[in-house]
């Protein structure tokens, strides 16, 4: 099983970026894929997630109404649409997936990870 994150860089304050995790190795449909961050200094901490056979998600406060998750079935992706993005924002995105059909927010709770891709907002 393999998660493969891409599409982090740098960006300006109030711009945009959509990041990638393409899973591989075994059928997703029935997972919880979660996203992750971990800023400079801090803790890993959540994002958000999607229930792969639903489609719904839920989100951290903090990026709530400015991240969007989605998945694509016949690529086997899921997407992080990260728009009106803070220097705060700034951190390593990794994604995660889930091998029960309940959403969880903590980081142990995931049973695969990608590798992870930086992203750096600038003020």
């Known amino acids: 099983v393999q998660l493969q994150a891409s599409g982090g860089g740098l960006v300006q304050a109030g711009g945009y970026l959509r990041l990638s995790c393409a899973v591989s190795?075994?059928?997703?449909?029935?997972?919880?894929m979660g996203w992750f961050r971990q800023p400079p200094g801090k803790e890993r901490e959540f994002v958000g997630a999607?229930?792969?056979?639903?489609?719904?998600?839920i989100y951290a406060d903090s990026v709530k109404g400015r991240f969007t998750i989605s998945r694509d079935d016949a690529k086997n992706t899921v997407y992080l649409q990260m728009d009106s993005l803070k220097p705060e924002d700034t951190a390593v995105y990794y994604c995660?997936?889930?091998?029960?059909?309940?959403?969880?927010?903590?980081?142990?709770?995931?049973?695969?990870w990608g590798q992870g891709t930086q992203v750096t907002v600038s003020s």
């Open positions: 995660a997936a889930r091998i029960r059909a309940t959403v969880s927010i903590i980081s142990t709770d995931y049973n695969y």
């Open positions: 190795g075994r059928t997703f449909s029935t997972y919880i």
């Open positions: 999607i229930k792969w056979s639903s489609g719904s998600t």
